[in-house]
């Protein structure tokens, strides 16, 4: 809907006849997002090569476990000149590898032409046109400022940041953060248990992403707090749904199949739990999530291994997180 505000043409690649037909005759995509009506200028279809042949933009927001299928699919048809741009968050199972990582890898051409598009915005409201503000990165400046060209709107601003590492690391991780926030609420405990989640969340976020490569500063930005605090508080995100949903006692299949959306987080929660031991980072919030959806932990537990861990000092940790003397 953005794109097509910038009278771009879009045409939209889904799976589903179904899907593609309501989108084409109602201009309507009931299942994902029930009350929007779409530009009539988005066409639908189920045919990867007439979707993609010759788009100058191809925008990927499959999910991540979809993403190298979906690429792999779509490489034949894309020419050399497009810029390709993602907006999944999260990590590829079992090689733990980045999604711009498992783009190049798929389309091949010049890797400066990967953009990596994040930052807090729902689809509900980014339907609505209500106020929304997120991030491009790419190792191309150049390339970063032709999504910024492309995506910006009146509704949509678009800030260019070189950090592609920090961009995709923070997207992802923060569905962990919001599956925990999710949890807190349902449990019922209160606005300072779920400060302590953003803020010790954002602290492991980071943490991570500078062993990874980062610019620590990513995390202050959009991409970081901005879409942290987005989807730990959005009544919109499916990770605090699915966190909120488990506090109930509900089984972690029973959740995702209620949901029947996407919700990033429980992979992540995975993938992150074995990057915290490749690459030798304390990931508390993360270690705690990880038994409670793969360990049969009580939430209840979590929490009170959290409150009881070993006494630490906040800005001693800050500093040896950041490399800096205290
Ligand atoms: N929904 C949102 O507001 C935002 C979502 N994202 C990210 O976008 C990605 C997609 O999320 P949503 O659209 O929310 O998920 P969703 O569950 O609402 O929709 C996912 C779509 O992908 C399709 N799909 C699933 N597996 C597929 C496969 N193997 N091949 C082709 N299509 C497949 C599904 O049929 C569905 O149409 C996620 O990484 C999410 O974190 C990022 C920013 C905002
Ligand atoms: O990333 C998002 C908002 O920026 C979407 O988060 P959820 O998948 O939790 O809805």
């Known amino acids: 809907a953005v794109l097509a505000d910038n009278e771009y043409d879009v045409t939209l690649w889904t799976r589903s006849g179904h899907q593609a037909d309501e989108i084409n005759r109602e201009h ?10 779409l530009p009539d200028t988005i066409a639908a279809s189920t045919n990867m090569e007439e979707a993609v042949t010759g788009a100058e933009l191809v925008l990927f ?3 991540s476990s979809a993403m190298r299928d979906v690429a792999r699919q779509a490489a034949p048809y894309i020419g050399e000149s497009a810029l390709c741009v993602h907006a999944t968050k999260g990590f590829e199972s079992g090689s733990l590898k980045r999604m711009t990582t498992v783009l190049s890898e798929e389309l091949g051409g010049d890797p400066g032409r990967l953009v990596v598009l994040s930052g807090p915005s729902h689809a509900e409201e980014v339907v609505r046109r209500q ?18 060209d492309a995506f910006i709107t009146p509704h949509f601003r678009v800030y260019t940041n070189p950090d592609v590492v920090g961009v995709e690391v923070a997207g992802a991780i923060k569905n962990i953060i919001a ?3 999710g949890l807190s609420d349902g449990l019922g405990f209160g606005d300072n248990a779920k400060a302590a989640l953003l803020t010790r969340g954002l602290a492991e976020i980071s943490r991570l992403g500078m062993a990874m490569g980062a610019n620590p500063l990513t995390f202050a930005g959009l991409a970081g707090v901005g879409d942290l605090v987005v989807t730990c508080t959005s009544k919109h995100s499916r990770n605090w749904r699915a966190g909120s949903m488990l506090a109930e006692g509900l089984a972690l299949e029973v959740v995702l199949e209620r949901m029947g959306m996407v919700v990033e ?21 993360t270690e705690q ?7 049969s932990q009580s939430p209840r537990s979590a929490v009170e291994n959290l409150m009881g861990r070993g006494r630490t000092h906040e800005m001693e940790e800050v500093a040896a997180d950041w490399g800096l003397h205290h």
Not at 29 to 34: G, P, R, Y
């Open 28 to 37: 309507r995509n009931h299942k994902f997002l029930a009350d929007a009506v």
């Open 131 to 148: 106020p929304t503000t997120i991030v491009v990165a790419s190792a191309s400046q150049e390339a970063a400022e032709q999504a910024q």
């Open 61 to 63: 927001a499959a999910p």
């Open 265 to 285: 987080g429980v992979r992540t929660t995975q993938a992150a739990h074995e990057l915290s031991a490749q690459f030798g980072v304390v990931m508390p919030i």
């Open 179 to 181: 599956l925990g926030a």
């Open 289 to 295: 999530l990880y038994n409670v959806l793969f360990q």
